[in-house]
C-alpha cells in the first residue's frame, strides 16, 4: 500500500519538475533581452518600461502555450508556427543580449555612465538583432545554395570517378506548407545531373497523412543509379515505419540497416545505410553496421549514409570510405553551433576520421522548428567522388 502511495506521489512530482522546467527555460531567455533592452535603459520608469514590460510578460506566455498547442496532444499547426518562431526570435535576441552585456561591461571600463550606456547597449541590441531576424528568415525560406565537393575515395575504380551524388537532408517538412519549396529543390537537384540522390534522414515532422503533399515532389528527382533514403531521429518521434514505406512508393529506396551495390565497367561501388541511434526504441530499428554491410564486396569502396556525425565511430572502425550525415543543420541559429558541438564531432562540412575515412556533414537542406538560419545558411550537396592518390 505504501508503495503504491509512493509512485502515486512520484507521478505528480515529476510532472511539477517537467512544468518548472517547461517555464524555467523561456523566463531565463527572456530575463536578460528584458533587461537590455527595457529594464536598464529605462531605469525601471516611465510608459516604455511598463509597455516593453507588458510586451515581454505577453511573450512569456505566449511560448510555452503556442508550443504545448503546436508540439503537445492537439498537434495545432497554426500553433506550433508561432511557437516555433517566437523561440527562434528570442533566441537570436538572447543571444545578442549577451554580447550586448559584455559591451556594456567595456564601456563602463571607458567611463560611459548610465543610463546613456545602457541605452547605446539597447539599441545596438535591438537593431542588429532585428535585421538578424529577418535575414534569418530569407535565408531558411529560400532554395538553398549548391555546394560541390570533390571527395578523394580510397579503392575507388575509375568507373566512377567524377560520379556525382546529391545530397539533401534535414528537409523537415511540418507545419508550414513548402510543397512551392520543395517542388523547387526538386528542379533545383535534377539540374545537377546526379548520377545517385540521396536524402539523409529528418525527412518531416508529423505524420504521412499530414505531410505526405510535402514530401511527394522528392518522387520527380531523376538520378540514373538510384534514389536512396535513411531515416532521422524526428522520424522516429512520429511514423518511421509509414515514412520508410511512403519513400519506397515515391520511388526511392529505403536503406534500413542494409547496402545496394552498384556496378559500372566492372567496378564496384557500395551505398549503405543504417537507422539513427533514436530508432532502437522501436522493434527492428535501430542502427546496425554489421548487417547493414553483410554480404557487401570487401574490396569494394563503401559510402554511408548515417544521419548523424557521430556515428562515425563505427563507420571508421569498419572500413568506410566515406560517410555522408546531416543532422547538425550547422547550428541553424548563431551560436548554437557552439552547443551543437558538445554533442557532435563535426558541424559542417568534409572531415577525415580514422586512417582512411572521410565524414561529410551536410548544414541541412530544410530548418527545424524556427524558421530561421543565422550564419549557418542550407546546402545542397553535390559530392563529385574521385580516387583517392597515394
Known amino acids: 500500500m505504501r508503495r503504491n502511495s509512493r509512485a502515486y506521489e512520484d507521478g505528480p512530482l515529476k510532472y511539477v519538475v517537467r512544468s518548472a522546467l517547461f517555464l524555467a527555460i523561456p523566463a531565463i531567455l527572456f530575463a536578460l533581452p528584458w533587461w537590455t533592452l527595457v529594464g536598464a535603459p529605462t531605469t525601471g520608469t516611465g510608459p516604455l518600461f511598463w509597455l516593453g514590460t ?73 537593431a ?111 511514423d518511421a515505419q509509414g515514412w520508410i514505406d511512403h519513400m ?21 561501388l557500395v551505398i549503405a545505410g543504417i537507422d539513427d541511434p533514436t530508432g532502437v526504441g522501436l522493434p527492428g530499428h535501430g542502427p546496425d553496421l554489421p548487417t547493414a554491410l553483410a554480404g557487401a564486396d570487401p574490396q569494394a569502396p563503401v559510402v554511408l549514409l548515417a544521419h548523424q556525425p557521430k556515428q562515425i565511430t563505427g563507420a571508421a572502425a569498419a572500413g568506410v570510405a566515406l560517410q555522408i550525415s546531416g543532422h547538425t543543420h550547422g547550428g541553424q541559429i548563431w551560436p548554437f553551433h557552439y552547443l551543437v558541438r558538445l554533442d557532435q564531432p563535426v558541424v559542417a562540412g568534409l572531415s577525415a576520421h580514422g586512417a582512411h575515412t572521410k565524414l561529410y556533414t551536410s548544414r541541412g537542406t530544410g530548418f527545424w522548428g524556427p524558421q530561421l538560419r543565422v550564419f549557418a545558411p542550407s546546402e545542397i550537396t553535390v559530392l563529385v567522388l574521385r580516387p583517392e592518390v597515394g
Open 54 to 126: 507588458a510586451l515581454f510578460l505577453a511573450g512569456f506566455v505566449a511560448l510555452p502555450a503556442s508550443m504545448f498547442l503546436g508540439h503537445g496532444p492537439a498537434q495545432s499547426d497554426a500553433a506550433a508556427i508561432v511557437g516555433d518562431t517566437l523561440l527562434g526570435v528570442l533566441w537570436v535576441f538572447f543571444s545578442w543580449s549577451v554580447l550586448g552585456t559584455i559591451a556594456s561591461l567595456g564601456l563602463a571600463v571607458g567611463g560611459v555612465d548610465d543610463p546613456a550606456r545602457s541605452r547605446i547597449v539597447a539599441v545596438g541590441v535591438l
Open 248 to 268: 519506397a512508393s515515391i520511388g526511392w529506396q529505403p536503406l534500413h540497416n542494409q547496402h545496394e551495390t552498384l556496378t559500372r565497367g566492372g567496378d564496384r
Open 128 to 238: 542588429i538583432a532585428s535585421v538578424l531576424v529577418v535575414w534569418g528568415v530569407v535565408e531558411a525560406r529560400r532554395v538553398p545554395r549548391v555546394r560541390t565537393v570533390e571527395v578523394p575515395i580510397r579503392g575507388l575504380g575509375a568507373a566512377f570517378d567524377g560520379l556525382r551524388l546529391v545530397v539533401v537532408t534535414d528537409t523537415h517538412f511540418a507545419a508550414l506548407n513548402r510543397l512551392r519549396w520543395s517542388e523547387r529543390v526538386v528542379a533545383v537537384v535534377n539540374a545537377q545531373r546526379p548520377d545517385i540522390a540521396c536524402h539523409a534522414g529528418d525527412l518531416a515532422d508529423g505524420s504521412v497523412a499530414k505531410r505526405h503533399p510535402q514530401v511527394d515532389p522528392l518522387g520527380k528527382v531523376e538520378a540514373p543509379l538510384g534514389r536512396f533514403y535513411i531515416t532521422g531521429n524526428h522520424e522516429y518521434f512520429g
